[in-house]
């Protein structure tokens, strides 16, 4: 059910109010979709399509127009306009003749699947001939699918780039899911988009800080406890103690938390230092008494990444040791591993994990945080997101329509109905025209006349998303194959969910 106190006929773009009075004359269906379009050389090739179903239960489902909102609305835009543009009659027809649902029905592809760049991903229409102009009022909601889907791709990437290293320097994928920790909650601009970003990084991982994400995972698609966390320091519980009492602080956290993991951030006076004298001396026999499920995390929280977490690894090796893993790589005791949270992006990751092995470290001693590169540092372009009227009908009778503008090629237009398929060699492509064939659409009915059809839960989601044996490989050049990405021909990766 939609919520009670939100007004669903304030949730659009203003001109929107206006258009119904715009559309030519008889028209009675407007069919809109939404994609990321394809760029050329993109930095993101395929997208993950995530976040739809919680709109549509927040926001859409149910009866969403009353005579007080449609009176409100009134009331609102003619003191915004300082003219009478909004459609009173139109609404309250929405109201009577169908107690205030939306009659109109969304296709989409199924949350959490793998779609290369420049695919429809859901489709809009009315179902009800009076009410075509109800298909691109719900446009500007529709649009924000932009952010859960591209913090879900890019997690998915960091993924991608944590699992190449990992196998390569491991020789398996165990504990991928937890090497990518959301630090993000405090670096975001609201508690929605906390929640939402935070939930579309929980479809590719398990590790989150993130109580939002956890809990919009939890009310919207079933999962009780999508992500975990650990005990860990920040810096107010440390230079409390004050800097002569820097050892005290981190024995004082060994002390409270003797089992489990613990994570404690140990840079706010010298990180090189507190890992020489303190963690690897004074405290050392404490740190060695902690076991394999008791591990102590070291979080460096400032300098170059790359360089500072180098020389950390180097320094905990001289003091504690390492061995060697079954594929040759240098691994830390069980006891002792380290989190790089500050400043990692999909650059730096790359870099530092590239720098790791060429000193012979396997990826099993690192965890990484990430917050404003996961969450914030993206905008509706990231992945080209837009949603465009693709066919009319008018008196009955259908018309493909498109955009082709002289000035930009990249953002012309879909025509017709649309369906998405996988062709006879395993590409995903799109069916323009209406010639699609129902039997392989693999675009599903959520939602229909403020009914929702499907319920996915976190874990069907998870699995859409599982990386493929093609997601670990090396990186290939050749953009023109990339860009076929059949799905198909990937063979899933065991145990990553």
């Given at each position: 059910?939609?919520?009670?106190?939100?007004?669903?006929?304030?949730?659009?773009?203003?001109?929107?109010?206006?258009?119904?009075?715009?559309y030519?004359?008889?028209?009675?269906?407007?069919?809109?979709?939404?994609?990321?379009?394809?760029?050329?050389?993109?930095?993101f090739?395929?997208?993950?399509?995530?976040?739809?179903?919680?709109?549509?239960?927040?926001?859409?489902?149910?009866?969403?127009?009353?005579?007080?909102?449609?009176?409100?609305?009134?009331?609102?835009f003619?003191?915004?306009?300082?003219?009478?543009?909004?459609?009173?009659?139109?609404?309250?027809?929405?109201?009577?003749?169908?107690?205030?649902?939306?009659?109109?029905?969304?296709?989409?592809v199924?949350?959490?699947k793998?779609?290369p760049?420049?695919?429809?991903?859901?489709?809009v229409?009315?179902?009800?001939?009076?009410?075509?102009?109800?298909?691109?009022?719900?446009?500007?909601?529709?649009?924000?699918?932009?952010?859960?889907?591209?913090?879900?791709?890019?997690?998915?990437?960091?993924?991608?780039?944590?699992?190449?290293?990992?196998?390569a320097?491991?020789?398996?994928?165990?504990?991928?899911?937890?090497?990518?920790?959301?630090?993000?909650?405090?670096?975001?601009?609201?508690?929605?988009?906390?929640?939402?970003?935070?939930?579309?990084?929980?479809?590719?991982?398990?590790?989150?800080?993130?109580?939002?994400?956890?809990?919009m995972?939890?009310?919207?698609?079933?999962?009780?406890?999508?992500?975990?966390?650990?005990?860990?320091?920040?810096?107010?519980?440390?230079?409390?103690?004050?800097?002569?009492?820097?050892?005290?602080?981190?024995?004082?956290?060994?002390?409270?938390?003797?089992?489990?993991?613990l994570?404690?951030?140990?840079?706010?006076?010298?990180?090189?230092?507190?890992?020489?004298?303190?963690?690897?001396?004074?405290?050392?026999?404490?740190?060695?008494?902690?076991?394999?499920?008791?591990?102590?995390?070291?979080?460096?929280?400032s300098?170059?990444?790359?360089?500072?977490?180098?020389?950390?690894?180097?320094?905990?090796?001289?003091?504690?040791g390492?061995?060697?893993?079954?594929?040759?790589?240098?691994?830390?005791?069980?006891?002792?591993?380290?989190?790089?949270?500050?400043?990692?992006?999909?650059?730096?990751?790359?870099?530092?994990?590239e720098?790791?092995?060429?000193?012979?470290?396997?990826?099993?001693?690192?965890?990484?945080?990430?917050?404003?590169?996961?969450?914030?540092?993206?905008?509706r372009?990231?992945?080209?997101?837009?949603?465009?009227?693709?066919?009319?009908?008018?008196?009955?009778?259908?018309?493909?329509?498109?955009?082709?503008?002289?000035?930009?090629?990249?953002?012309?237009?879909?025509?017709?109905?649309?369906?998405?398929?996988?062709?006879?060699?395993?590409?995903?492509?799109?069916v323009?025209?209406?010639?699609?064939?129902?039997?392989?659409?693999?675009?599903?009915?959520?939602?229909?006349?403020?009914?929702?059809?499907?319920?996915?839960?976190l874990?069907?989601?998870?699995?859409?998303?599982?990386?493929?044996?093609?997601?670990?490989?090396?990186?290939?050049?050749?953009?023109?194959?990339?860009?076929?990405?059949?799905?198909?021909?990937?063979?899933?990766?065991?145990?990553?969910?």
């Amino acid at each position: 059910m939609a919520a009670q106190d939100f007004n669903f006929l304030l949730a659009t773009d203003s001109y929107k109010v206006t258009h119904y009075k715009q559309y030519p004359p008889n028209v009675n269906k407007i069919y809109s979709y939404f994609e990321c379009r394809r760029r050329k050389d993109p930095q993101f090739q395929e997208v993950v399509f995530f976040g739809l179903q919680y709109l549509l239960k927040k926001y859409l489902a149910g009866p969403v127009i009353t005579e007080e909102k449609i009176q409100e609305a009134k009331q609102f835009f003619q003191m915004h306009f300082k003219q009478k543009v909004f459609d009173e009659d139109g609404w309250r027809r929405v109201l009577e003749k169908y107690d205030g649902r939306l009659p109109i029905r969304i296709k989409a592809v199924p949350e959490g699947k793998i779609i290369p760049r420049g695919n429809v991903l859901f489709t809009v229409e009315n179902t009800d001939p009076d009410f075509f102009w109800l298909t691109n009022y719900v446009e500007t909601m529709l649009v924000q699918m932009w952010y859960p889907i591209t913090v879900a791709t890019v997690s998915r990437e960091f993924k991608k780039i944590l699992a190449k290293h990992l196998k390569a320097t491991s020789g398996s994928l165990e504990g991928l899911d937890f090497k990518l920790h959301d630090f993000g909650y405090r670096g975001v601009s609201s508690q929605e988009s906390a929640a939402l970003g935070g939930a579309a990084h929980l479809v590719n991982f398990c590790s989150t800080d993130t109580v939002a994400g956890l809990l919009m995972a939890q009310r919207y698609y079933g999962c009780p406890m999508a992500g975990f966390s650990i005990p860990a320091a920040e810096h107010s519980t440390i230079i409390s103690w004050g800097r002569s009492r820097e050892k005290e602080a981190y024995e004082s956290l060994l002390d409270q938390f003797p089992t489990g993991p613990l994570a404690v951030v140990s840079d706010s006076y010298d990180i090189f230092k507190a890992c020489k004298h303190i963690w690897g001396d004074k405290l050392k026999e404490r740190v060695m008494e902690r076991s394999e499920d008791s591990t102590l995390v070291i979080r460096p929280d400032s300098g170059d990444p790359a360089e500072t977490l180098l020389e950390v690894i180097k320094i905990l090796e001289e003091r504690f040791g390492c061995s060697l893993n079954p594929v040759g790589y240098k691994v830390l005791p069980s006891y002792l591993r380290i989190i790089q949270g500050d400043g990692i992006d999909l650059k730096s990751i790359e870099e530092i994990l590239e720098r790791l092995s060429d000193e012979g470290w396997s990826v099993e001693n690192v965890f990484f945080g990430c917050g404003s590169a996961l969450l914030q540092k993206l905008n509706r372009d990231t992945l080209n997101c837009a949603f465009k009227c693709s066919y009319v009908e008018s008196n009955g009778k259908g018309m493909d329509v498109y955009k082709q503008p002289v000035t930009d090629p990249s953002k012309g237009s879909k025509r017709g109905r649309l369906s998405l398929r996988k062709n006879s060699d395993g590409f995903i492509e799109t069916v323009e025209r209406g010639v699609g064939k129902p039997e392989e659409d693999m675009l599903v009915t959520v939602f229909e006349n403020g009914t929702i059809l499907q319920d996915y839960t976190l874990e069907e989601i998870r699995k859409n998303a599982r990386l493929t044996e093609d997601d670990i490989a090396p990186p290939q050049h050749n953009h023109d194959e990339l860009n076929g990405l059949g799905l198909h021909h990937k063979h899933i990766m065991n145990g990553v969910h």
